[in-house]
Each structure stands twice: as C-alpha cells, then as structure tokens.
C-alpha cells in the first residue's frame, strides 16, 4: 500500500545534539509537509517542498532544517535542540492524483524527547 | 487569516449513539476545501472527510457525515453509530484552493466512547 512512512517513531536526543528526522512516501506526491504537534494541540506547519520548492513559515525557528534529496524522501534537522522542541513532529504529503491533490496524508509521525 | 475554531475540547458518547463535532472558520475565500482529521492516541491521523466549498451537498463516509453551512461558516461532524475505535482526537482543518501550504488545524476535539 502507498504510504508515508517515519523513522524512527521515537528518538532520544540532548540538550543540543543534532538530530535528524526521517520521511519517505511511496505515494509519489510533490508536496512534502513537516509539523510539530506539541501535547493536545493541533498539528504547527514548520516548513513544506514543493517538488524542490522549499517553503519557510515565518516563525520556523532558524534551529530547524530541511532537506529533499529526491521525491521520495525528506529530513527534518534540528540543529541544537532544546527542551521546548519536545515533540511530535509529522511528516505529510499531498499531489495530484490523490485525493484531488488538496488532501495530506499523515505519517505515524516520530515523537522527539529532548534530555 | 483563516482561522479555524473547534469550541468543544472535549466531547463523550455512548456507544451505538450519535455526536456532533463543530467546527467554525473564518475566511474571506469563496473557494477552499474543509477537512476532518482524526487522530487515535499514539497513532497516525488520518482523513476522515472532505468537503468541497463549491459543492453544495454535504459530504458523507459510511457513518461520517458533515453539515456545511457555507454562509454561516459552520462546519460540523456527525458520527452515527458511534464505536469504541471512534475515541480519538478530532481536527477540523481549512485550506484554500490555491496554496499548497495553507492548512490550517483548529485547536482539536477529545472525543472519548462509553461502552
């Protein structure tokens, strides 16, 4: 099945190590999404590809990166992380085709503990 | 801005009956698509339905249907026989037509199942 896949689901990292989180889709999708989802909230846009198109939200912290070597895969970097970046962190995808191209698709998602 | 207001936190059913989730927004747009995500505890969210703004009728799914109210902004889920695996956080999300990156969550409804 086509799918949007997260490694690892969990990852421990301190206060300051660099850290990198993992999405691949079989879906074939252009766009590339990435969230924090904090305890109980709703889901924050970090940043989104479009095809090679990278798209910055304004209050992304500059401690998080991106990086799509292809169309399958994207990498969410946080380069020195604090206690506050503690989070669920969801990759999601959505292009034409499926879903009539304005629908994401949810990755199980990868829940980041910061020591 | 679009916004996107779920006033209830927290909503409980019985088994076998029926609930309504609401859900408001405001947007200035006459073209967008309105979505309702669930997501289980410690699982992935995934699309519970969609609806189109310029479409008139309002979307169903087996036992999830929706009551989109375009002038009054007002878009509400309806659960029918309502099941265990129905307890979950549910979102409600906006996005325009145009923008790829134009989701926008409201802040969620704990929708918990009594046997």
């Known amino acids: 099945d086509a799918m949007v896949i997260q490694n690892p689901r969990y990852q421990v990292t301190q206060f300051g190590k660099p850290v990198t989180l993992s999405c691949s889709q079989t879906?074939?999708?252009?766009?590339m999404y990435w969230y924090q989802q904090k305890s109980s909230q709703a889901p924050k846009l970090l940043f989104h590809y479009y095809d090679k198109d990278f798209n910055n939200e304004a209050d992304t912290p500059d401690n998080f990166q991106s990086r799509r070597p292809n169309t399958s895969f994207c990498f969410l970097d946080i380069r020195s992380p604090g206690l506050g970046d503690a989070a669920m962190y969801l990759c999601?995808?959505?292009?034409?085709?499926?879903?009539?191209?304005?629908?994401?698709?949810f990755g199980p998602g990868t829940r980041l503990l910061v020591l | 801005a679009q916004t996107v207001t779920q006033s209830q936190p927290e909503m409980s059913v019985q088994e076998a009956e029926t609930v309504t989730l609401s859900c408001t927004y405001d947007?200035?747009?006459?073209?967008?698509?309105l979505f309702w995500y669930k997501q289980p505890p410690s699982r992935q969210m995934i699309l519970v339905i969609r609806q189109e703004a310029y479409k008139q009728q309002n979307a169903t799914e087996n036992r999830f249907s929706v009551n989109f109210q375009k002038a009054a902004k007002s878009f509400s889920l309806k659960i029918s026989d309502s099941q265990l695996g129905d307890a979950a956080m549910y979102f409600c999300?906006?996005?325009?037509?145009?923008?790829?990156?134009?989701?926008?969550f409201g802040a969620g409804t704990r929708l918990t199942v009594k046997p």
């Open positions: 879906l074939n999708h252009n766009v």
């Open positions: 999601a995808t959505s292009g034409p085709g499926t879903g009539g191209g304005e629908t994401q698709y």
């Open positions: 947007t200035s747009e006459s073209d967008y698509y």
């Open positions: 999300a906006y996005r325009t037509r145009i923008m790829n990156n134009d989701m926008r």
